[in-house]
């Protein structure tokens, strides 16, 4: 099929099916962020390599603030003992020399790593998206499932820039200037490390777990304001025409009470956790300036090494003040992660798409079918149910009953329990919620049938009863449909291909009562003579078929 | 671009005020410990130096050790400010966001999904404002000044490449932003569909695969996906130059002071401890000028979180209050529609051509229009939801929105075309109506429009585990309380029966007719008309096309 994307260039899909190295990998993979990211890594090409140039070019940029402060404070102090000139040029170069070069390694640092995000995102969708094509979703009450997978695969991006790299190339850093300080002042060098790791790690560390039992504190506090928000929403007139709605407002405002008690306790974690930052930052300089000092008073030091023992801690410690930031980054992007990691690593349900192969007899013969989701009860049970060619039955029953479930089933996309269903494979589905692809009229009625032509398109969209030049972009930036045309939209995808059958699933559902009727008069008239079975609790549409098929 | 300060924000909430002035009195305690702690540390580093003695420095390692506990000590209390500042500002915001989604419950410009966002995540983008922008704002505004008047004080030379520096920081970023604007204008309305495409192939899944499409398209996924990152990397790697120029500029000022006061040092130009004085305090100088630029962003969702909500709370935003009035019992006063007619905000067309009817006590008006004609817009102004833009929908003379609205809708039962339930069972979405009903007489209305269900069924987020059409007889069964055991006088019905069987029809409009409210319903059912005392045809809107005539409830 073809999609426009979003450059305007068509791209044509191969019908062979496209699959990363990531797929295979499935199999073996636990639930852990860590597994999840391995295999992202494996994905991307020369991922490793980029990574490493990433952590290497932050770690310079911090290198060379850090070495800024040392080499400035031996040039001072070396200038102070008033040697001729020459001998500080080394120096002068050097403090020159660090002063540019860190804006250019951190701004080719922050190239190389988001652009290494961005291919890490990349592989984390495609395998989001092969893995979410294999399992059925037509008829499956997953909620946000997909509006959450889409979200949570953001959050590599943020593991990455703001996790992963800042804090190799920080242990990089801290590294290497505990060795350089160890050569003039071992003990000094020791305390910088031991106050870098209370910041760096331990600091981090505990504001993260505060964070996240903030976090399962607030949790149920947060949805339970989303839902009297969403219900205030929802039944607004309801609410203030029944004078129910200030009611209604203090109980939302009792919640937003309530989580601002938690995340005020969560703030001053955070204020403690930066204040202990900088406690250790004093401790590192204060400690540098004593052993320093002592060894200076011994001899056993050179005096001019004293200012850069005192200094570097104080730019070495600058490097670490992001960190419990990105402490709190790491929770939110693990916990969409490992999230992501479960809805993947769920085995696929049915078959995804639906097999669209012709066959000899239109029509539908369904006999003694058990229809549900695999691994659970039918919800369905000893359904028989005939439609002929120029037929209209209506299967109705109440809502959850399993109307829909029958409709995959019918379509191949997840297996019957028992009994034989005798159909032709194309089936036209056209359902309540049909989604309009953010792209031109005709290639959403290409999604109907890949190789339509101009021609065909127009004809389908006029059979439809739809009035848009083809090459309309909807969207943002173009059309946007009402609720009817876009039902018009999706009926023009199911008359552009060849049909055996035609389910619509609730097709005036959600719409007003004349353009239900406008709908159906023409959804008529386009079926002619196919066979057509329609799900509906609609009365005005039962109304309209020729036999009624009850389920429950 | 948005500015640095949002000028509503401001404006509208105190807390912000007294927060930045906060913020600005931390700053000047902050550069004041910044300048001790640069002095103290030149102090000690160059009397061991010069004395060889570690002895004489203790107590100056002391009060060092104090500077930077204060320093804590402020970064902790910012914090807690910030904290506080953003969790008013951000109840505030919620109260008024859902009040003004309330005072014109049908401006549904906001969909419940942006509702829900914007009162639940999107303000907590407030908290990245408040706790990380604002303050190096104002310790951006106070702290360059400060410690640049400590370096001037001792070592004018230096003070002087800092003074020429600092500025050009501003003027280099907004030089760069200002050249690569068109650019990256240019270049975000693609990025933007490019990232979009993917969530747009993933929420089409379904309707991918009830077609057999969604296999095969994996490889647009793949194209996208690399068209995405190529464009992304071209946009920051031109609005990352500001960033660069930022630090750039910062570090060399750093060296330059460095280097000349070094040599300077040599000369015997200045002190030892000046110059380390001045190469400990001159990072400090760029440090939160740094900062305001690391944080720019949090600044930018902020913002754009604060603007989402003021849309709301302007959209809902009522005319300015008179007093209302007492509403005038219904039992014994008509309402009169006298060529009411209303034309949306923006809209050419009117959505309701003006109309005329009354409503005498006990009477039965059926509205009959087609798709298009207003019918809807008509119900919300006899509510006085919205007020008419042309004619008038008053009471005893005084029009339906200059009454005190509680008084109003008291007398009033709404049933809506979908009807909205609450989180509860079936009998709290009937007390709805009437909050006092007995339960027997939550049974009693529910029998009467034939709604034969266990009250004590449970109802779902959004009516879940209703029809459409068990919904409306619950919503019915609300309206039939509201009238029997509340104070309601006049029945409002949009489409009572639409969905429901024949005999179910005839059960319900008896109800209503035996109710004894007077009653103004919206029907395309023959049976339903017929029950009216009078029958007021809408004119039809004029319908050039599709977009026109056809509405999603």
Known sequence: MTLQTRTGEAVTAPTRTTSGGMARARSTRGTSTVALWREVMAAVRHGHWRLLAAILLAGAASGASVSLMGVSGWLISRAAEAPPVLYLQAAAVGVRFFGISRGF???????????????????????????????????????????????????????????????????????????????????????????????????????????????????????????????????????????????????????????????????????????????????????????????????????????????????????????????????????????????????????????????????????????????????????????????????????????????????????????????????????????????????????????????????????????????????????????????????????????????????????????????????????????????????????????????? | MPGPIHPRLLRHARATRNYLIAGVAVGVVTSGLMIAQAWLLAHAVVGIFTTRQVAPYLATFGMLAGVFLGRALLAWLNQVLAHRAAAEVKSTLRREVLRARLARPTADQASSATLVHVVTDGLDALDGYFSKYLPQLALAAVVPAVVGAAILWADWESALIIAVTLPLIPVFMSLIGWTTQQAVARRFRVADRLANHFADLIEGLPTLQAFGRARAQARGVELGEEANRRETMRTLSVSFLSAFALELLANLSVAVVAVTVGFRLVGGHVGFETALFVLVLAPEAFLPVRQVGVHFHDSADGVAAADEAFAIIDAGAVAPTRPRLPAPDLASSTLRVREAGYTYPGSAEPALDPVSFEVTPGSIIALRARSGGGKTTLLRLLLGFEAPTTGEVSVDGVAVTDLDRGDWLRQIAFVPQNPGMVVGSIADNVRLGAPDASGDQVVEALTAVAADFDPYRSVGDDGEGLSAGERRRVALARALVRVRHGHARLLVLDEPTAGLDADTEATVISAVAASGAAVVLVSHREAVIALADRVVELAPAVVPGLAATEGVR
Request: aromatic residues 4%; contains cysteine.
């Open chain 1, 105 to 552: 390694f951190r701004y080719l640092e922050r190239l190389v790593g988001h652009d290494l995000a961005l291919r890490m995102q990349a592989a984390l969708r495609l395998d989001a998206y092969n893995h979410l094509a294999r399992t059925t979703l037509i008829g499956r009450r997953r909620g946000d499932l997909l509006s959450r997978v889409i979200s949570d695969v953001s959050a590599i991006q943020d593991l990455v820039v703001r996790v992963v790299v800042p804090f190799c190339s920080a242990s990089l850093v801290v590294v290497g200037t505990t060795v350089m300080l160890a050569r003039f002042s071992l003990g000094s060098a020791l305390v910088l490390l031991a106050s870098c790791l209370v910041a760096g790690v331990l600091l981090p560390w505990l504001t993260q777990r505060a964070g996240l039992r903030h976090d399962s504190a607030a949790v149920p506090t947060r949805g339970a304001l989303a839902s009297e928000v969403h219900e205030l929403a929802r039944a607004g007139q309801d609410l203030v025409a029944n004078g129910a709605a200030d009611d209604r407002i203090s109980r939302a405002l009792a919640l937003d009470s309530e989580l601002r008690r938690i995340e005020s306790r969560a703030a001053w974690l955070r204020g403690i956790a930066t204040g202990g930052q900088i406690i250790a930052s004093g401790i590192a300089v204060v400690a540098a300036l004593w052993i320093g000092g002592t060894a200076v008073a011994e001899g056993t030091m050179g005096p001019r090494l004293l200012a850069v023992v005192a200094l570097t801690p104080l730019a070495m410690h600058e490097v670490l003040a992001t960190f419990t930031q990105a402490a709190q980054t790491f929770t939110r992007s693990q916990t969409a992660l490992s999230r992501l990691s479960q809805t993947l690593d769920e085995p696929p349900v049915g078959s995804g798409d639906a097999s669209q192969q012709a066959s000899g007899s239109p029509g539908l013969r369904v006999v003694g079918l058990d229809a549900g989701w695999p691994g659970h009860r039918p919800v369905v049970r000893g359904l028989d149910l005939t439609v002929g060619a120029g037929e209209r039955v209506a299967l109705v029953g109440r809502s959850g009953i399993g109307k829909t479930t029958v409709a995959a089933t019918v379509m191949g996309m997840i297996p019957a329990q028992a009994g034989r269903i005798e159909t032709a494979g194309r089936v036209g589905y056209l359902a309540q919620n049909a989604h309009i692809f953010r792209t031109s009229v005709a290639e959403n009625v290409r999604i109907g049938r890949r190789d339509a032509t101009d021609a065909e398109i127009i004809e389908a969209l006029s059979q439809a009863g739809l009035d848009l030049p083809p090459d309309r972009l909807i969207g943002e930036a173009g059309t946007t449909l009402s609720g009817g045309e876009a039902r018009r939209l999706a009926l023009a995808r199911v008359l552009v291909g060849e049909r055996d059958l035609w389910i619509l699933d609730e097709p005036t559902e959600h719409l007003d009562h004349e353009t239900a009727q406008a709908l159906m008069d023409d959804l008529w008239a386009a079926a002619d003579d196919s066979p057509v079975l329609v799900i509906t609790h609609d009365a005005d549409v039962v109304a309209r078929c020729s036999r009624v098929v009850r389920l429950g």
